[in-house]
């Protein structure tokens, strides 16, 4: 589910297709998506057992651990391209504003978060020409707790009583 309006529209990554662009602002801390629609998980080992496995490596998605979704009907979601300078962070299938974010910006995260461990992309990072290879999961999670605490804990992002409850 994506929380703010948004429209997909061609991106301004050369080379990504279509991104996911906001039409309000998100304030740091603020969650851009969250799971709504999560009907199965599978291992990496049962993905990579599909029939089709290879044709499905796009629409598939680390959550947790080595649990993964494979969504071939390619919600909008989906049009959240890459970045290794993300505005987004990607922590257990949440998206995260990085920062604050204006109405016409594209929502990007970091890819590595998704993939396998090891999992190497099949393009490269727009802006610095690197590869794209998915962290371990010891990895992936510290390194997105770590942001998560900094932009939640930090005093920009304001909690109101409506938030908790």
């Known amino acids: 589910m994506i929380l703010p309006k948004y429209h997909v529209a061609p991106s301004l990554i050369p080379g990504a297709g279509k991104g996911l662009f ?23 080992d049962e993905v990579e057992a599909l029939p089709n496995a290879q044709e499905l490596l796009a629409a598939t998605v680390r959550w947790f651990e080595d649990r993964y979704t494979v969504t071939p009907e390619w919600p909008d979601e989906c049009y959240i391209n890459h970045s290794f300078a993300p505005n987004g ?23 590595r978060h998704l993939l396998a461990p090891g999992q190497k992309e099949d393009f490269v990072d727009a802006t610095t020409g690197g590869e794209i290879i998915g962290h371990s999961w010891a990895e992936s999670l510290a390194l997105s707790s770590a942001q998560l605490h900094e932009i939640v804990v930090m005093p920009r992002f304001a909690q109101s009583s409506a938030d908790c409850g």
């Open 22 to 44: 906001l039409d309000e602002p998100v304030a740091r801390g603020r969650l851009v998506t969250a799971p709504d629609d999560i009907r199965k998980v599978y291992k990496w």
């Open 89 to 111: 962070l990607w922590h257990l299938g949440f998206v995260f504003a990085l920062r604050d974010l204006v109405p016409g910006e594209e929502i990007t995260v970091d890819y």
